[in-house]
């Protein structure tokens, strides 16, 4: 998921990144998200968020799983039109989700907006 600053300016950026998360314990899996100035090549400083994790270390559970929504909102200042990308990352520190996504359906959804505050 992508947005265009259209000019040089001030911006809020506003995302709700709703992520999705199962697994077979013993698992401890987690999800980041982050936003990523496709224009200079970097990430937008400090808008890292952990979005969602689960941990069940008791091997021989049933499956399990959730979901989260995490947000991010941060100012950034561009020089010209600027592409800003939604980044997602799965990282299993013990075993491996077997769903992992970054989710959308009538019960929440993933959203990347923004407006210019200023030139």
């Known amino acids: 998921m992508e947005?265009?600053?259209?000019?040089?300016?001030?911006?809020?950026?506003?995302?709700?990144?709703?992520?999705?998360?199962?697994?077979?314990?013993?698992?401890?899996?987690?999800?980041?998200a982050r936003l990523w100035n496709v224009t200079a090549g970097a990430a937008v400083p400090a808008s890292e968020r952990l979005v969602n994790q689960i941990i069940d270390l008791n091997q021989g559970d049933a499956g399990t799983g959730s979901n989260q929504t995490a947000p991010i909102s941060e100012l950034i200042k561009v020089n010209g039109p600027t592409t800003i990308r939604l980044q997602a990352q799965r990282i299993d520190a013990v075993g491996a989700a077997s769903v992992a996504q970054v989710y959308s359906d009538g019960h929440g959804y993933t959203s990347l907006r923004y407006e210019r505050v200023s030139s």
Not at 4 to 30: H, K, M
């Open 3 to 32: 947005v265009t600053l259209p000019q040089a300016g001030t911006y809020e950026l506003d995302a709700d990144v709703r992520g999705r998360l199962s697994g077979i314990p013993a698992v401890n899996t987690y999800m980041t």
